[in-house]
């Protein structure tokens, strides 16, 4: 079983940048596809971005396209999420998760999905 622990967030103007982390305290994140969903107050848990085991397909929401940028360091045990040009709209609770059958599991949250305890990101003036 992985465990993951998010870390990373904080308060940030509009227009600004944060990098999250995420790191596998138990478990090797290279038997899992792994990825980032958010929650906003009040909103369902969302699909954010996946990258594949070995990093060759990687998705974004369209919402964050061209904003953010996902990664993955295996011999590091280690995930990212670049965040730039942050929106209020970005504003939510960021989760790391991970599911061993892939990226496409992942995406749906299907049962098995491993997540952490989330990181909050605050975009405001």
């Known amino acids: 079983q992985i465990q993951l622990v998010e870390s990373g967030g904080g308060l940030v103007q509009p227009g600004g940048s944060l990098r999250l982390a995420c790191a596998a305290s138990?478990?090797?994140?290279?038997?899992?596809?792994m990825g980032w969903f958010r929650q906003a107050p009040g909103s369902e848990r969302v699909f954010v971005a996946t990258?594949?085991?070995?990093?060759?397909?990687?998705r974004y929401t369209d919402s964050v396209k061209g904003r953010f940028t996902i990664s993955r360091d295996n011999a590091k045990n280690m995930m990212y999420l670049q965040l730039n040009s942050l929106k209020p709209d970005d504003t939510a609770v960021y989760y790391c998760?991970?599911?061993?059958?892939?990226?496409?599991?992942?995406?749906?949250?299907?049962?098995?999905?491993?997540w952490g305890q989330g990181t909050q990101v605050t975009v405001s003036s």
């Open positions: 998760a991970a599911h061993s059958d892939g990226a496409w599991a992942l995406r749906a949250q299907l049962m098995n999905t491993k």
């Open positions: 990258i594949t085991r070995n990093s060759d397909i990687i």
């Open positions: 138990v478990g090797t994140i290279s038997d899992y596809a």
